[in-house]
């Protein structure tokens, strides 16, 4: 097939493709049902961060939707944003930038193909099943090319697959490797199979804390779909608005987000609550996907030990063996997570810099980083808390 036949095209706005095409690329699993692999990269969710001026005029993230065209079809997308910083994209760049600056350069903005605020690993180079040979050089080209014709220093690819990372490389892109923390789903019946799997310290520990965490002195639910009610975003925007001021100074979500994907992403949404005397005082907000259950926000009203334990990852396992998902991504950083049945696990992301020099600095740059993020998963991983082959262990 002639990719010179291709279409590239950019859109300022999401509502300009079809829900039914875009979606035919984002998440074609959900033809015959069923959930997408990634909440985050279909339609509705992108389009909830558009319609709430989450993204957008003033907020950083300027969408430049890619997409590529054959024959009047669409075959491949990728959610583009021109960015005018590096917040929100928990793949830091901020000393490439102070660096590129340093020297006379001008850094942003920036082409950015993530899905704003959400450190979830998912396909960024979206491909119609039957164009896959075609659909990911298209959109690297088209983006490359978008970015060199307008003078722009740099194209960010981040929390791609390991596939796409191994074939931007072999585009040219330079390749980048960090590190999260998940939870494996090895078959487990139940929380007690998973703790059988534990060093009998690190059982004992987790009990301990899941019973000083259900003392608080109420009642915690795991809600979805139709039992979600507009009062329970209510509650958890305010939790969402004290966690969003501590860490990144004001929230990057708007109140409006919430409100459409109450509407329109119920079932793609369990929202753990903690209440007390029929109020919730705490929260933790995931999204569901085929596989996975990536967890997203937490905040609370009220600190009672153990609580955040016990929903962003305790809660999260129990609902991951019922729903017999295969992980549990918990989001950025964390190694405290360590401890609680969530090992490290590589994360991957792709660039184009367009200064030739400065992409040599970066090349050598990411080359020991690699090494370094390999070696520290390594020695994480020894210290996780799964029985090893010591007896002792095993009691």
């Keep these: 097939m002639d990719q010179a036949q291709i279409e590239v095209r950019v859109s300022g706005s999401l509502s300009d493709i079809g829900a039914a095409e875009w979606d035919a690329c984002a998440c074609p699993e959900t033809a015959e049902g069923g959930r997408p692999l990634d909440p985050f990269t279909t339609h509705r969710f992108l389009s909830a961060l558009e319609q709430s001026g989450s993204v957008g005029p003033g907020t950083g993230w300027q969408p430049q939707y890619l997409t590529a065209w054959l024959d009047g079809m669409l075959i491949a997308a990728a959610p583009m944003y021109a960015k005018s910083h590096s917040q929100g994209e928990y793949i830091f760049d901020h000393s490439w930038a102070h660096a590129y600056e340093r020297a006379g350069g ?22 119609r099943p039957g164009y896959e040979g075609i659909g990911m050089p298209a959109l690297v080209q088209g983006a490359v090319q ?3 014709d307008n003078r722009i220093s740099s194209l960010h690819v981040t929390f791609c697959t390991e596939a796409e990372a191994e074939a931007g490389a072999r585009m040219g892109l330079l390749s980048r490797t960090t590190q999260q923390f998940h939870w494996l789903n090895d078959g487990y019946a139940d929380f007690d199979a998973f703790l059988a799997a534990l060093s009998s310290r690190k059982r004992k520990n987790i009990r301990k804390e899941r019973a000083q965490a259900n003392a608080f002195g109420g009642r915690i639910r795991t809600l979805t779909g139709a039992d979600l009610r507009p009062e329970h975003w209510d509650a958890f925007w305010v939790f969402y608005q004290d966690t969003g001021s501590r860490k990144w100074g004001s929230p990057y979500l708007t109140r409006a987000f919430f409100d459409i994907v109450h509407d329109t992403m119920a079932d793609d949404v369990a929202l753990v609550l903690a209440e007390r005397d029929g109020y919730p005082v705490a929260g933790a907000l995931n999204f569901v996907g085929r596989e996975t259950l990536f967890g997203r926000y937490w905040g609370c009203t009220e600190h009672h030990p153990c609580l955040h334990f016990e929903l962003c990852y305790y809660r999260a396992i129990d609902f991951a063996i019922a729903e017999r998902l295969k992980r549990v991504e918990a989001g950025a950083q964390g190694e405290h997570k360590l401890a609680r049945g969530y090992l490290p696990t590589p994360t991957h992301s792709l660039h184009w810099i367009a200064d030739p020099g400065f992409a040599d600095a970066v090349a050598r740059y990411l080359e020991s980083e690699r090494e370094a993020v390999g070696e520290e998963i390594e020695i994480l991983t020894e210290y996780g808390p799964f029985k090893k082959s010591n007896p002792e262990e095993q009691q």
């Design 106 to 127: 001008r850094y942003y903005p920036k082409l950015q193909i993530a899905v704003p605020f959400t450190p979830a690993t998912g396909r960024r180079f979206l491909v």
């Design 146 to 148: 978008l970015a060199a």
